[in-house]
């Protein structure tokens, strides 16, 4: 399965922008991760095949991930933007069920995209 993800850019504090990733093959659980230079990939927002969503404390309330009817397409909408939530998005999925636990976690996904730069100023 291959990942394209899509929609960075620079906006002001405050501001708004939507990231989207198209698989290319049937995926059960997508999520959104970030790295920023010198810290660790942190997940950022996750959804299932029955819409399930899980989010990092760090964005609750601001950011909101959805998908298209199919599945295929993974959307993040994020509003409020801080400087601190500048990074590289990664795009992330997996072929089968993700526990909430670990839903978060870097190495519960298979497959991964080149990633999209946000940059907040």
């Known amino acids: 399965v291959q990942l394209v993800e899509s929609g960075g850019g620079s906006v002001q504090t405050g501001g708004t922008l939507r990231l989207s990733c198209a698989a290319s093959?049937?995926?059960?659980?997508m999520a959104w991760f970030r790295q920023a230079p010198g810290k660790e990939r942190e997940g950022v927002a996750t959804?299932?095949?029955?819409?399930?969503?899980t989010y990092a404390d760090s964005v609750k309330g601001r950011f909101t991930i959805s998908q298209d009817n199919a599945g295929y397409t993974v959307y993040l909408q994020m509003t409020s933007l801080k400087p601190e939530d500048s990074a590289m998005y990664y795009c992330?999925?997996?072929?089968?069920?993700?526990?909430?636990?670990?839903?978060?976690?870097?190495?519960?996904?298979?497959?991964w995209g080149q990633g999209t730069q946000v940059t907040v100023s």
């Open positions: 093959g049937d995926t059960y659980c």
């Open positions: 992330a999925a997996d072929p089968g069920p993700v526990g909430r636990a670990i839903a978060l976690q870097r190495t519960t996904y298979r497959y």
């Open positions: 959804i299932d095949s029955d819409g399930r969503t």
